[in-house]
């Protein structure tokens, strides 16, 4: 039986890792994504993480953001990932459910997701209009998506940056 809960980091952060480097490989480190990631600090009580036998199969983390001049605030949801051998039962979208529910009870406006349409779009992500936000570095527009947590994700605009 699979369980999905908060991270716990002394139980889980090392797993984590190590199922990142396995699913995305050396060159994860090189993406825009990491650029923002790496100047922000993930939410342990937001992320959330897929259990079996207190075993790390998935996870997906949160990380808050500011956008545009304003800095209205955002979490930037991911990575996302699920272990090889737990694929195929859409589990990626319960985990990161899961993660946009408690974001939302926490009073998070806004998620940003940069990923696949096709499966992301399940949970409830749009992608935004082309030009809308920008990153500090290439972004395919196709990709970039937001949603609604506690407040109005179509406000957002302008350049995505670590707080
Ligand atoms: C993406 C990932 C988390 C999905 O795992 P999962 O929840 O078990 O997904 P499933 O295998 O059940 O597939 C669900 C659907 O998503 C699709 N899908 C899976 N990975 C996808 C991807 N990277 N891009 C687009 N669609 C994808 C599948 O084709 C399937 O769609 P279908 O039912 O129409 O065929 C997993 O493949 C993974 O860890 N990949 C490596 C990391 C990654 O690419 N993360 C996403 C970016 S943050």
């Known amino acids: 039986m699979i369980e999905i809960v908060p991270e716990n980091p002394a139980q889980h952060a090392e797993a984590i890792e190590a199922l990142f480097d396995a699913t995305f490989g050396p060159g994860h480190f090189a993406k825009t994504a990491e650029r923002l990631r790496e100047n922000s600090v993930s939410l342990p009580q937001i992320n959330r993480v897929a259990l079996e036998a207190g075993k790390v199969v998935g996870v997906c983390r949160v990380w808050p953001l500011v956008v545009g001049p304003s800095r209205s605030p955002a979490l930037f949801y991911g990575p996302v990932a699920v272990d090889p051998a737990y694929r195929g039962n859409f589990l990626s979208l319960k985990i990161t459910q899961a993660a946009l529910e408690a974001g939302k009870a926490a009073g998070w406006p806004a ?4 990923g696949a349409h096709s499966l992301f ?4 992500f749009t ?3 082309k030009g809308r936000l920008t990153f500090p570095g290439p972004q395919d527009p196709s990709r970039i998506m937001v949603m609604d947590l506690a407040g109005d ?3 957002l605009e302008g350049l995505v940056t670590a707080p």
């Open 111 to 114: 998620a940003i997701l940069i």
């Open 121 to 124: 779009g399940k949970a409830g």
């Open 127 to 129: 992608v935004v209009p």
């Open 153 to 155: 994700a179509s406000q």
